[in-house]
């Protein structure tokens, strides 16, 4: 047998056992059984027991993160990814300041996210976080202006202005993609969630920036056991969360007809 042959004849063997192998792996590998986990926001009183009231349901956000060794990275990290990644952003998040309010009230960022802080007001704003979460002051910017922050770690970030006291905003960034907003019935769903072990964790508008923390509690996801059931959170109280300067003080009396902030045309 001459060279030539015995070159082509062990090709055909290594291409025929590599087929063979990728067949059997592909027969010994289960496919990953998921799920759609739902669930139901509503409101009650501040007493235990009360009863549950009806009125607006503040915006709520429910995350999942994996527990067990079935689902731990490298590094002994619990991981999850998500089975129906979404395409990254042509273009960053984005917090709008308009109206003197941000444009949207709860952002959800992946850990590592850049955000942008576009001014589409006619007046300065002082864009400020000195809660746990990201710490930062982007200081006075004007009109058609932007600064950007990078969320480099998750955490729950409260959002202000210095100069506007009735505007605030929430970024919670997150090492998960399994996670959902409530709607404005209350409804939440996460979509392909594999089974397994989970911690939940549950923030709500009505916790408040004193309350850093979200709420947590063990769940399990399977075939019979996808429904999260009805959560039960605190109402907001008024429309502007309460909140200092970022000086640690109380907000001057505002002056609409006598502002230094107003930008000059």
């Not at 607006?56 to 527990?67: E, M, Q």
């Not at 932007?146 to 969320?151: E, G, I, L, N």
């Not at 989970?198 to 075939?223: C, F």
Request: glycine share 8%.
């Amino acid at each position: 047998m001459n060279r030539k042959r015995i070159s082509i004849w062990v090709a055909m063997l290594w291409v025929s056992a590599t087929g063979l192998h990728s067949q059997a792996v592909a027969q010994l590998t289960p496919t990953l059984a998921t799920t759609t986990v739902r669930g139901r926001v509503e409101v009650i009183g501040a007493n235990a027991g009360a009863k549950v009231r009806h009125g607006a349901i503040p915006g709520t956000v429910v995350w999942l993160t994996p527990i067990g060794l079935s689902m731990t990275g490298a590094g002994g990290e619990a991981t999850v990814t998500s089975p129906n990644p979404s395409p990254s952003p042509a273009q960053n998040p984005r917090l709008v300041q308009k109206n003197k309010s941000f444009e949207p009230h709860i952002l959800v960022v992946p850990a590592g996210s850049m955000v942008e802080f576009p001014n589409r007001d006619p007046f300065f704003h002082n864009v400020f976080s000195l809660f746990e979460g990201k710490r930062f002051d982007l200081g006075l910017y004007e009109a058609g202006t932007t600064r950007m922050v990078r969320f480099d770690r998750p955490g729950i970030s409260y959002i202000f202005c210095n100069i506007h006291p009735e505007m605030s905003a929430v970024v919670i960034t997150m090492a998960t993609p399994l996670y959902a907003i409530s709607n404005a019935d209350g409804q939440l769903s996460v979509a392909g969630v594999p089974y397994g072990r989970y911690m939940l964790h549950i923030w709500s508008e009505g916790m408040g920036p004193e309350n850093t923390q979200p709420l947590t509690r063990e769940i399990t996801i399977a075939e019979n056991a996808s429904s999260l059931g009805v959560i039960r959170v605190p109402e907001v109280n008024g429309q502007r969360m309460a909140h200092k300067n970022k000086y640690g003080r109380d907000y001057d009396e505002a002056l609409p007809n006598n502002s230094v902030y107003e930008q000059q045309r």
